[in-house]
């Protein structure tokens, strides 16, 4: 209690401090926390106006589209081509990937309509001369998508499209054109959604009016021009700048609640935090919402290091305003300590001894003490009960009472299993230690006796280890579920949490044959194989099968071994289970996602290459087969140089290997490059070539990929590399 008083006031000074540190820094805490969540509003609003701003371009782009054709509402497809060329769309707006007119037609006239896109031989002939459109009795008008820039096998593909035949962009284009009003929605193209791409239509008429009404709209109306983007390239710069505030982004469109975000990007999944209040952008015609949702904590590691470093200084302040409190209340009391010490110190040994000898009483085990002559010194009430063999004490006795070692010399401590028949007639087995007894200077002082009745233990230690020897081998063979078989390999036990976890009566078991619970998923051939290894009385490992048992399909490992009895007769078998079922679901998994990830390799619009860490060809997908004119398995295991080369679009001399500069410059990424392509046949493309790393989750290379389009008329291309 005394020593409690002399730090009672350190430890309340101490404390104090703590307090008041702790206070400090939950305060500036809580003040770095609301900073940092007003850092992230202002960071999301500064990223809305820039998505804004780009957006605007686009706009702008789909402007000056619209004011060409008010004043020239015949316009050719070579002007439509050199308006969106000179426009600089692949430059001010890389997420552009094409643009286009959509043309309203009766249906009455469809036929001339496609005779005169086909016969019209002044510009981008190849492609029209297959001009078509899907028309259908059923409409009387049609949105046909009549010019598209830039035209290449790709975007040519879709001309002839009949936007009117989805109910949905018919409708929209209707209220657009009644309204004269810019909308947008996904890309459609033959019907089909266009992942990860968005449209916006603009309509177009014959002259600027002053307050139409719908009738005018309606009479004035020549089309709607389109633009095509990709929403990764047009969110790509909104992406980083939100990573780089601690924030994942995504994009809604507002316009329709229930839609599926158009764009999220690839940390949204991994967020757990509340999300910050949206930021909502007007997008022509369209209102677009960003989401945004915090990364980490509001505090960085700069603002968490000066919380440390404040908690640490309150820290050492505390602890140096309490040792002074200390140091001043220790000289009052050291005088008034050293007057008692003398008196506690012998009031402690008299209790330290009494305390001792209750302990030594209060054992249960015999206990006899011996001085170097052998003389018993002391014994408790239970030897005392045990080994004297009149009512006269044992102690002052010099002889042995278990084991003559009792009288020797010992250097080390000894153990004993000993049989004795005590003074109450009862035979006892004995577990006894002999210990020698050293002073403080190590010399032999006398010898201590523990002996320790273990007679019930022993008698119990064969039927213990049996039943651990049964316990082992169940261990090691397996833990979901264990089981038993007669020597008919007939179920006779089962159990574990197995049953209870897939609600499962494990009586269904009893008394049958694994066989006899289905077909298990196995011929008759590997169920007689099985069989045979039962008969022959062998051990078996991982022996899978199917089961369908509370109406699901169940995937069981299974492995036992054979029980003999004492008499080494074969009684059946012991055994244990694992539910694989989903590992096999995993595999099943892992294998469609592989076939979906070819899938899309083989039919995305751009030539796909990878190669190993050498530089030799390992895949090229079907686009990049037909640019290159070479088939996959000729290509396969050929250098890069020997089936792909670029040149310089002005110059025609060959360009540096992106794919080279990604694997031994160290880059993640070579950014996108315009170039000539020269195939195997003699034709050149206008191309633009990005090359990237493949690496594992160790960050070591693999390989690379290299990823090429056609962004231009190859025909027209090989006329002009002609003529120079």
Request: aromatic fraction near 8%; hydrophobic fraction near 45%; proline fraction near 3%.
């Amino acid at each position: 209690m005394q020593n409690i008083r002399q730090f009672a006031a350190a430890l309340l000074a101490l404390l104090l401090g703590i307090f008041l540190t702790a206070a400090c820094v939950g305060l500036v805490y809580s003040q770095m926390q609301a900073s940092g969540k007003l850092r992230w509003q202002d960071s999301s609003a500064a990223i809305a106006k820039q998505l804004a701003a780009r957006l605007a371009l686009q706009e702008e782009s789909l402007h000056s589209i619209q004011a060409a054709f008010i004043a020239q509402p015949q316009l050719s497809r070579q002007q439509f081509n050199q308006l969106v060329l000179n426009s600089n769309l692949s430059i001010r707006t890389p997420a552009v990937l094409a643009m286009g007119f959509i043309r309203p037609v009766e249906s009455q006239y469809i036929e001339q309509y496609i005779a005169k896109n086909r016969s019209d031989t002044s510009f981008a002939a190849a492609y029209y001369s297959n001009f078509a459109v899907a028309a259908d009795s059923q409409r009387t008008q049609l949105q046909v998508l009549e010019l598209v820039s830039p035209l290449n096998r790709t975007t040519a593909q879709w001309l002839g499209d009949d936007l009117s035949n989805v109910q949905r962009l018919k409708a929209h284009l209707e209220q657009a054109r009644d309204r004269g009003q810019a909308w947008g929605a996904p890309m459609q193209i033959r019907g089909s959604a266009v992942a990860g791409s968005y449209a916006f239509y603009m309509p177009i008429y014959q002259s600027l009016l002053e307050r139409p009404t719908v009738e005018t709209l309606r009479n004035n109306y020549l089309g709607s021009v389109v633009m095509w983007l990709k929403l990764s390239e047009l969110l790509a710069d909104t992406e980083r700048t939100a990573h780089a505030s601690g924030l994942a982004v995504r994009l809604l469109d507002h316009s329709e609640p229930n839609q599926a975000p158009l764009y999220s990007s690839a940390k949204w999944a991994a967020a757990t935090a509340s999300p910050l209040e949206p930021q909502l952008i007007n997008a022509l015609g369209r209102q677009w919402r960003l989401e945004f949702v915090p990364l980490g904590p509001p505090i960085n590691s700069a603002e968490y290091q000066t919380l440390l470093l404040l908690a640490l200084i309150g820290l050492l302040l505390s602890v140096l305003l309490a040792m002074l409190i200390h140091y001043v209340y220790r000289r009052s009391f050291v005088l008034q300590q050293a007057d008692t010490a003398a008196q506690q110190e012998m009031q402690h040994r008299l209790a330290h001894e009494r305390q001792n000898h209750a302990i030594l009483e209060a054992v249960s085990d015999p206990l006899v003490l011996r001085d170097t002559a052998g003389k018993i010194t002391y014994a408790n009430a239970v030897a005392e009960h045990r080994f004297g063999q009149t009512e006269q004490s044992i102690v002052g006795q010099s002889d042995a009472l278990l084991d003559a070692r009792e009288l020797g010399i010992l250097a080390m401590p000894v153990q004993l299993a000993i049989n004795h028949t005590d003074r109450d007639g009862v035979a006892r087995h004995y577990d006894v230690i002999l210990k020698p007894l050293r002073d403080d200077h190590l010399n032999w002082i006398g010898t201590i006796l523990h002996a320790r009745d273990i007679s019930i233990g022993s008698a119990s230690i064969a039927d213990l280890r049996y039943k651990l020897d049964r316990l082992t081998e169940m261990v090691e063979i397996s833990s979901d579920w264990f089981w038993e078989q007669d020597a008919q390999a007939r179920f006779t036990h089962v159990s574990g949490g197995f049953f209870a976890e897939l609600d499962i009566n494990p009586a269904v078991f009893m008394g049958k044959c694994r066989w006899e619970l289905g077909a298990g998923g196995l011929s008759e051939a590997q169920w007689a194989a099985h069989r045979a290894v039962l008969a022959a009385k062998q051990p078996y490992r991982d022996f899978e099968y199917q089961a369908y048992l509370n109406n699901q399909t169940l995937y069981f490992s299974v492995s036992g071994r054979p029980v003999f009895n004492a008499a080494g007769e074969f009684v059946g078998y012991r055994g244990a289970g694992r539910n694989v079922t989903p590992m096999r679901n995993a595999q099943v998994a892992l294998i469609e996602a592989q076939q979906r990830a070819q899938a899309t390799l083989e039919s995305i619009a751009d030539g796909v290459l990878t190669t190993d860490i050498k530089g030799r060809i390992d895949y090229i997908n079907p686009v990049a087969s037909a640019l290159l004119g070479w088939e996959l398995e000729m290509a396969r295991g050929q250098s890069l140089g020997t089936v792909y080369q670029s040149v310089d679009a002005k110059t025609r001399l060959p360009l540096a290997n992106l794919v080279t500069a990604a694997l031994h410059g160290g880059v993640d990424n070579q950014g996108a490059r315009r170039s000539v392509l020269l195939n195997k046949l003699g034709l050149n493309f206008q191309i633009e070539e990005s090359a990237a790393r493949i690496r594992d989750e160790e960050n070591r290379t693999l390989g690379a990929v290299l990823v090429f389009r056609d962004i231009s008329n190859w025909r027209d291309e090989a006329e002009r590399a002609s003529v120079d």
